[in-house]
């Protein structure tokens, strides 16, 4: 072998890319839109002189991610960092298998910047271990306004008989009413959104955030799976196993009037060239304007065993939270940043929507986490709940039965 050909070899073997440290990031954003967004925290990565190893698992909500992460983590070579968020930061954190942050959040001055409700949950036993990307609203109900149009329905539903009305229109007119996937976290999603809808603000802290027993059991319960199950009759025959993406591209392409979809969806609209108040809608769903379901997206570290790679955990923390990536990274994701400081010039009537209505419902406790999207409940109790919801989904199984399924879920540790 020539001498030239060995110091290369060496040099890729070393090295393995361009840069002397990789950080190595588990995500499920392989969307078109989350595509979008992911490259961008690659590029500030690499600016700031680290190589990025991109650890992509797909599937919506990240089910598949966490089986990953698990079995990488258990078996002791745990990704530089992996997006997890709301009470399973925690429970990773009693794992002790997160890394401190604090180099990068004390000089950052993150908790002035950030909301406390959110400080609080990148923080284990008081330290930052997790970086917030943005916060996404979960209760909206992405319109196609086209559909209504030619099925003659005349403005956006707020109510649910005004819903089912218009639901009923466009399956006249040989539309598809609601997009949806027929995944158990869409399930779980729409359940969510339904039950804000039907038992307002107090019902849902109390049933789905303390998991009441008298809550869960009560007959507002019972009118949150009849409606639900009225849903479920406006949904088409091919939804089972759908992706969240390519429910949105039925109402993208005039295929369908609705989604019940967190603005993840926002992105593939973006993506598509499509504009908010002209080419589709977003609306906060049936019952629901005054109260707003939380999401924020996060990247906690692992601890490493190579010394660098803690160096390249402190600059994608930094690069997360920079203005600069809060700003374009939220554009294309559809969510809005989570930190202070970012102009809102460049986002659109949604995202100002989301940002106002983030506000008054902080204001007026409405601000609430969302249990389908792994903010509220333990990862056990979460999975235990959306068991039921999607056997719901997928049976002739009766409101009565479920509601005592779902409470019996809800102990579940
Ligand atoms: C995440 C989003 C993601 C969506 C679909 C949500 O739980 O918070 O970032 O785009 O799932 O995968």
């Known amino acids: 072998m020539k001498l030239k050909e060995l110091v290369m070899m060496t040099a890729l073997a ?18 078109g839109g989350e595509a979008k967004s992911v490259g961008q925290l ?12 991109d650890f992509a698992v797909a599937g919506g909500a990240g089910e598949n991610a966490a089986t990953a992460l698990k079995a990488r983590v258990i078996s002791g070579n745990p990704p530089t960092a992996a997006q997890i968020k709301g009470p399973s930061i925690q429970e990773w954190g009693q794992e002790g298998v997160l890394a401190n942050i604090d180099d990068a959040a004390i000089p950052g001055k993150w908790d002035a910047v950030l909301p406390k409700v959110v400080a609080d949950i990148m923080k284990y036993k008081g330290h930052y271990v ?23 329905v005349v403005g956006t539903p707020t109510t649910w008989d005004a819903f089912f009305d218009a ?9 598809i009413a609601i997009a949806h996937g027929g995944q158990p976290w869409q399930d779980a999603t729409v359940f969510e959104t339904v039950a804000l809808g039907v038992g307002g603000t107090e019902f849902y802290k109390k049933a789905i955030l303390k998991l009441d027993q008298k809550e869960l059991t009560s007959p507002t319960m019972v009118k949150v799976f009849d409606t639900l199950g009225k849903v479920k009759t406006y949904i088409d025959k091919d939804a089972a196993g759908r992706d969240w993406n390519l429910a949105t591209a039925m109402v993208i392409n005039g295929k369908a009037g609705f989604q019940f979809m967190g603005d993840w969806a926002k992105g ?65 994701k559809g969510s809005i940043p989570v930190r202070s400081g970012v102009s809102r010039a460049k986002f659109d009537e ?38 039921v919801i999607a056997k719901f989904m997928n049976s002739n199984m009766s409101s009565k039965d479920a509601v005592a399924a779902l409470a019996k879920a809800a102990k579940t540790k």
């Not at 590029?43 to 700031?48: F, P, Q, S």
């Not at 997790?130 to 003659?152: C, D, F, Q, Y």
Request: include cysteine.
């Open 268 to 332: 593939e609209f973006s993506a598509a060239g499509k504009v908010p108040g002209k080419d589709y809608l977003c609306v906060a769903a049936p019952g629901t304007d005054k109260a707003y379901t939380f999401n924020v997206d996060s990247f906690a570290m692992f601890t490493q065993k190579d010394a660098d790679a803690k160096k390249g955990q402190i600059a994608l923390a930094n690069a997360i939270m920079d203005p600069k990536f809060q700003s374009i990274f939220n554009l294309n």
């Open 167 to 175: 639901a009923e229109k466009i399956k006249k007119s040989g539309g």
């Open 350 to 387: 949604c995202a100002i929507k989301s940002m106002d209505d983030m506000d008054s419902t902080n204001k007026n406790g409405g601000l609430l986490p969302s249990f389908a999207h792994g903010m509220a409940l333990p990862t056990a109790t979460q999975g235990a709940v959306t068991d």
């Open 130 to 152: 997790a970086a917030p990307v943005n916060v996404h609203r979960v209760n909206w109900m992405w319109v196609n306004p086209e559909v209504l149009k030619k099925a003659g």
């Open 42 to 53: 690659q590029i500030m990565v690499k600016e700031a002189g680290f190589g990025w190893k």
């Open 14 to 31: 070393c090295a393995g890319s361009a840069f002397a440290t990789d950080v190595e990031v588990l995500h499920y954003w392989t969307s």
